[in-house]
């Protein structure tokens, strides 16, 4: 009777996490921002390994499956026996599933990488990973392979949380991602996707390097030193992300940090209390558009400096103590909200370009120059608006 037990648990098992991983990617394809946002996964009904729990057979390490294991597998993980204090190389395309994130633990000991993926196609969620060593190229979850799905993972005390290299058209959905250096990065990599993800309490939130067309999608960024920075890179896409408190601990806190890439997108993102919401740097001409975000009782709202064409409009910008700072740079500035207690809400030095048809603050049809520093400053302003602009997202 109990073997019969156990059997009829491993197939409610097996169904339930096949139906986890299918909903998980659909969510990333219902996301909509076709940047390679389909899978080569495809649930195989092969073998099943077992690690910990009670039942005779089962493995006692993770390794240790995972060395038995044949592409297609589905290496399952209880919590029973946890924390596995194991350091981890899947160079299998295996899913690799754990029985409860909170309970089934993955411990690097502060050794080494803890999870090591070199293999594609590989599917890894439900754990908590932590302790990876601190040194820079280590991590939780250590990438560098195409085409893996890393979700509903708590990624905890690890140099850099999930790290991927030279590693292409992966997904990162939905993991609780924490107390980290580095919660997220990108480097050198191609077509990935970041979503729902929880990110809090590490110096970098998610960090982009020498990569391109990278989705950031509707994640919550909170107290890291730096939210979102991107740099030397092009194509990136942040949307629809909360960052908010960048905490004290560097020479500056910034919410989104651009810093000579190529033309990244930001848009629909919702910044308040951070030191900047926005600081987009590089020396580089046609960058790209920060539109439709609300950006909200920070220190500076948004700092433009060396960009040529840079697009800002339709922001709603309230109650930042300065709204728009910018230097060396040509600007499109319209129909955006400007709103603050502050007399100066734009301060331009050796800049020119638009800023028209945007609400100032006030109803009165006086020039708003007596906004800007210096009142010469080389903006056109006319036509400006008496009443806020609509800005309703499409």
Known sequence: MEVRKNMKNKIIIKGLLIGIIILFIGVSIASGF??????????????????????????????????????????????????????????????????????????????????????DNVNIGMFTIENSSNISASGGIFAKSDS?????????????????????NNKIINNNINYNHIGIEIDDSE???????????????????????IMIFNNTVIRCNIGIEVTYSKFIEIVKNVISESKPGYIIEIGIGIFSDGGTNIYQNFLFNNQYGIMYTGFLVGSGFIYLNNISYNENAISIVGILGVQVFYNDIWYNNNSIILFSC?????????????????????????????????????????????????????????????????
């Open 34 to 119: 076709n940047i390679n946002s389909t899978t080569n996964y495809q649930p195989i009904n092969r073998s099943w390994l077992y690690v910990g729990g009670s039942e005779p057979g089962n493995y006692s390490k993770i390794q240790d499956a995972i060395n038995n294991a044949s592409d297609g597998d589905t290496v399952f993980v209880y919590s029973h026996s946890s924390p596995y204090k194991e350091n981890i190389a899947v160079n299998k395309s295996i899913n690799l599933i754990g029985e409860d994130k909170n309970t089934t633990i993955i411990d690097g000991e502060k050794k080494d990488i803890v999870v090591y993926i070199t293999a």
């Open 148 to 168: 893996n799905f890393i979700f509903d993972n708590i990624i905890k005390d690890n140099y850099v949380g999930i790290f991927t290299n030279y590693s292409n």
């Open 330 to 394: 040509q600007a499109i500035i319209t129909k955006n909200n400007i709103v603050s207690n502050s007399t100066i809400k734009l301060n331009s030095m050796f800049s020119f370009g638009l800023a028209n048809n945007n609400y100032w603050g006030t109803s009165d049809f006086v020039n708003p120059r007596r906004f800007v520093r210096p009142p010469w400053a080389l903006f056109l302003f006319f036509p400006w608006k008496s009443k806020p602009v609509d800005i309703t997202p499409p």
């Open 191 to 213: 077509n990935n996707n970041i979503s729902y993800n929880l990110i809090t309490e590490n110096s970098y939130g998610i960090f982009i390097s020498s990569s391109s067309k």
